[in-house]
């Protein structure tokens, strides 16, 4: 792994350690290019559901201060990219491409942690039979990715849908065929790899092989030692064989 795009910072307040650490971590392993991506700082017009989910608004200039300080220290060093990790809210989407844009955002990978506009919608990692919630989620990415604004979509089997495994593959498939139809990479997430969780999901991961979907790997960090995993990301990769995925280790940015 030489680029990873996947990083959080202690913003979103579920994140630990400083973005030097997270440097120097990546710097240790060998990784060239390194992208911040906290969760995206929405303002919503009541407050959220959920809180210790994603950075404040006010936190968002401070966010990019810190880190264009550091891309100019560490230039000679790696590479140095400022992102966030957003949902598609509809609602709201707009009003906060114009907030990063503002604060100089480079890039946005999409991560659907929840459905609808957040508030008073189901999260996406609850346990779920019901294909409804998985063609609403398929059909929100969907229509996130086709924004053109993201450069890649996170841990894509992120909605647990543990029903009939006819519509995982039906539903999932329409996802897979579309990010591949837009040229959007699917990420394997190493932080769910480590964690246990219930994504990678080898399920998804046959149809995105089977659809030829372009696939890169993101730490998905929230400490700094996770910015650079080798035992995990040798599993990763025996994924990426077992299924013949296409991966590629860098990505062109999609400018916001
Ligand atoms: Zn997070
Ligand atoms: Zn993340």
């Not at 792994?1 to 910072?9: D, I, P, R, S």
């Not at 086709?146 to 519509?167: C, I, K, M, N, S």
Request: charged residues 25%; contains cysteine; hydrophobic residues 35%.
């Amino acid at each position: 792994m030489t680029a990873n795009y996947h990083t959080h910072t202690p913003r979103c307040g579920h994140a630990v350690g400083s973005e030097r650490e997270y440097i120097e971590r990546a710097i240790e392993g060998g990784i060239k290019t390194l992208g911040f991506s906290d969760h995206a700082p929405y303002s919503f017009d009541k407050p959220g559901k959920y809180p210790n989910v994603r950075m404040e608004p006010s936190e968002l200039p401070g966010y990019a201060e810190t880190l264009f300080s550091l891309r100019n220290e560490y230039r000679d060093r790696l590479s140095l990219h400022l992102g966030v990790e957003a949902e598609f809210y509809p609602k709201y989407f707009y009003a906060l491409i114009n907030d990063l844009r503002s604060c100089g955002v480079e890039y946005m990978i999409l991560g659907q942690h929840f459905l609808g506009n957040e508030i008073g919608e189901p999260g996406s990692m609850a346990a779920t039979c019901d294909p409804s919630v998985l063609d609403r989620y398929v059909s929100q990415v969907m229509e996130g990715l086709e924004t053109g604004l993201f450069t890649y979509l996170a841990h894509p089997d992120v909605l647990r849908f543990e029903g009939d495994p006819h519509e995982y593959d039906r539903l999932y498939r329409k996802l897979c065929v579309r990010a591949r139809e837009l040229n959007v990479p699917l990420e394997i997430n190493l932080l769910g790899i480590k964690n246990g969780r219930h994504y990678p999901n080898e399920a998804f991961w046959r149809i995105a092989g089977e659809e030829g979907n372009t696939v890169i790997l993101g730490s998905d960090a929230h400490r700094p030692e996770d910015t650079w995993m080798p035992e995990i990301e040798l599993r990763a990769l025996s994924l990426v064989e077992k299924y013949s995925l296409h991966l590629i280790d860098d990505i062109k940015l999609r400018q916001i």
